[in-house]
């Protein structure tokens, strides 16, 4: 399995603020993908991110809200823009094995409170 | 109807018992399901992958496929206290036939394994 590395593990934020969570692999990878799972809440796609591309964002989920960057094949960073309590959740980055949707696997995730 | 959905619970059995855990998913062409255990406050961990129909057996894991009826599970045989988390059903839903798409989690079935 890869080794991801998601920083910062956790963090407490006033709202109106930004965060930039950011997700790094120990390998390259096609796509990455970051979900968010609210409290007591199983876990929601909010944007595929493929290196040299744009972010595709799902239903709900809007590029001004969470901005994603992908500079490279190891690593992409997702924004939580102008923050609000609701978006109090634990993010998480994910990358796939191989190609074609084999196996997922998360790093540690990041948990968002806003206050 | 959602796109997964896991048996409701949460789940209780007796440390030695077999725990069964169910997911049935609405795509008729999805091909990889997946099942993760998520610790509270960790990220999921992947437990088993399954792709044809049948079972598949890993340890104490057997993961069982019936895609006529659209139907996967999970047994833990054997239940340990450590089992004892939220379990997630996972299903690659492709994008217009494509390999690419995304992984579609189910709600989550909590389960307690008590001494």
């Known amino acids: 399995s890869a080794v991801i590395s998601q920083k910062p593990s956790r963090d407490i934020c006033q709202r109106g603020t930004s965060l930039t969570i950011q997700c790094q692999v120990d390998?390259?990878?096609?796509?990455m993908f970051w979900y968010r799972q609210q409290p007591g809440q199983s876990l929601t796609l909010i944007a595929t991110a493929n290196q040299g591309s744009e972010a595709t964002y799902e239903s709900g989920f809007v590029i001004d809200k969470f901005p994603i960057s992908r500079p490279n094949l190891t690593f992409s960073t997702l924004t939580v823009s102008n923050m609000s309590p609701e978006d109090s959740s634990i993010y998480l980055c994910?990358?796939?094995?191989?190609?074609?949707?084999?196996?997922?696997?998360f790093g540690q995730g990041t948990r968002l409170t806003v206050v | 109807q959602k796109e997964v959905e896991q048996n409701s619970g949460p789940l209780s059995v007796p440390e030695g018992a077999i725990a069964s855990l169910n997911c049935t998913y609405s795509d008729r062409v999805s091909q990889s399901f997946f099942w993760y255990r998520q610790y509270s406050g960790k990220s999921p961990e992947l437990i088993m992958s399954i792709y044809s129909n049948g079972d598949k057996e890993d340890g104490r894991f057997t993961a069982q496929l019936n895609k006529a009826s659209q139907y996967v599970s999970l047994l833990i045989r054997d239940s340990q206290p450590s089992d004892s988390a939220t379990y997630l059903c996972a299903v690659f839903i492709s994008a217009g036939g494509t390999s690419y798409g995304k992984l579609t989690f189910g709600q989550g079935t909590i389960l307690t394994v008590h001494p």
């Open positions: 390998s390259q990878v096609t796509m």
């Open positions: 994910s990358v796939e094995r191989g190609t074609g949707m084999t196996e997922a696997f």
